[in-house]
């Protein structure tokens, strides 16, 4: 089977590790013979970082479904170019802040404090003026205003709203987590995500937890508080080992 976990706010939470009794259970999954996937809003670059050497090799999902990666190789989906002209266009009208990515460097003009800035891999990417970026494929727009979400909604583009953080995630149209999966031929799965972003994985997934209190909970089939993550996971998967929680190939 093959076990789907979203990053932020599910099994990292102070935005760099992974505590070792998490990564205990995920080593426990691999061996026992399952799949651990990692999916994330991090673009692969700054998915990396977080995980375990051990668990580097693992199929990824970065940007909500922009960024796949498999045996290291890694693959982007990117705004086409009529469509990053008039998003570029809207960034530099507005004057709003934001995150660009490409397929592995950045531009970013947000205010350094902010969390998503601290967990930029910066020792191997680089900060770069956004039109000089190739292959762009997630943008972040921190404290946007009314008019540029009603522009962007007229516009081919998916929209996640993080409201703890005051910002937007902007993707190409029809990208998503689950998408991301399927590029990585991935079809069934448990999965574990905290956050907006996870819906379309908890209506899609086998089994679903969702990590600490949020509005997404809803979709999930169960919740979790943080502290007892590592304890959920092992008795998913035992779950899932007695046959309680069924799949096509059980």
Avoid at 154 to 183: F, M, Q, W
Avoid at 195 to 212: K, R
Wanted: glycine share 6%.
């Amino acid at each position: 089977m093959n076990f789907v976990f979203d990053i932020d706010g599910t099994i990292c939470f102070d935005g760099k590790t992974i505590d070792s009794s998490i990564v205990q259970v995920l080593e426990e999954i691999k061996e026992a013979g399952h799949q651990v996937i990692f999916a994330s809003a991090r673009p692969i670059r700054d998915l990396l970082p977080v995980l375990p050497e051990s668990l580097q090799q693992e199929k990824l999902v970065g940007g909500n479904g922009a960024y796949t990666s498999k045996n290291g190789k890694i693959d982007v989906i990117h705004f086409q170019d009529s469509l990053l002209t008039q998003l570029i266009k809207l960034v530099e009208e507005t004057q709003v802040t934001y995150l660009a990515d490409s397929d592995w460097d950045y531009a970013f003009t947000g205010e350094m404090i902010h969390p998503i800035y601290k967990n930029i891999n910066q020792t191997s990417a680089q900060n770069r003026n956004l039109r000089s970026l190739h292959k762009l494929c997630k943008l972040v727009l921190f404290h946007p205003p009314q008019r540029v979400i009603d522009e962007l909604s007229t516009l081919p583009v998916n929209i996640t709203c993080y409201k703890g953080e005051n910002a937007i995630d902007i993707s190409p149209i029809g990208i998503n987590k689950v998408r991301g999966l399927h590029r990585l031929q991935v079809q069934e799965f448990i999965a574990f995500g905290n956050d907006s972003n996870d819906q379309c994985l908890f209506e899609n997934a086998l089994h679903s937890v969702c990590v600490g209190e949020h509005e997404v909970e809803q979709y999930a089939s169960v919740s979790v508080e943080k502290e007892n993550v590592a304890t959920m996971i092992s008795s998913v998967l035992r779950k899932y080992e007695n046959q309680e929680i069924q799949g096509v190939y059980v």
